[in-house]
């Protein structure tokens, strides 16, 4: 599904179904957390279409919740590891660079 139509199903999606869409959204976060943005993007528009529904009646999709809740978190665990490791990994190559342009331009004014 194109992610530009997420809203329209998020806004058409019966109440009925808002339980079932929040399980899918936590099993894809889950089995493809390589499309973060398209998951973000469908708990944002069932939150923002349905967030009043949600908030009454906590308790019927509180499992559901807490569940989407976990995964998101892993995957942001997971994530902020890699960026960090990225992060990391970038200071030690430009920190290569700089010392490798002083090495070379100490031994071109040494000759």
């Not at 998020?10 to 889950?30: C, I, N, Q, R, S």
């Not at 349905?50 to 919740?65: A, D, E, F, I, M």
């Not at 995957?75 to 342009?101: C, E």
Request: net charge positive.
């Amino acid at each position: 599904m194109p992610p530009e139509e997420i809203q329209l199903v998020a806004t058409d999606l019966p109440a009925f179904y808002l339980e079932k869409a929040l399980e899918m959204v936590g099993t894809m976060v889950e089995e493809a957390p390589k499309h973060v943005e398209l998951h973000l993007m469908w708990c944002l528009h069932l939150f923002t279409v349905h967030g009043k529904l949600l908030q009454k009646k906590t308790r019927q999709y509180h499992k559901s919740l807490r569940v989407l809740q976990r995964r998101i978190t892993t995957l942001f665990s997971d994530l902020s590891s890699v960026s960090d490791g990225n992060a990391y990994t970038m200071q030690y190559l430009r920190a290569m660079m700089t010392s490798g342009k002083a090495l070379s331009t100490a031994s071109s004014s040494a000759s």
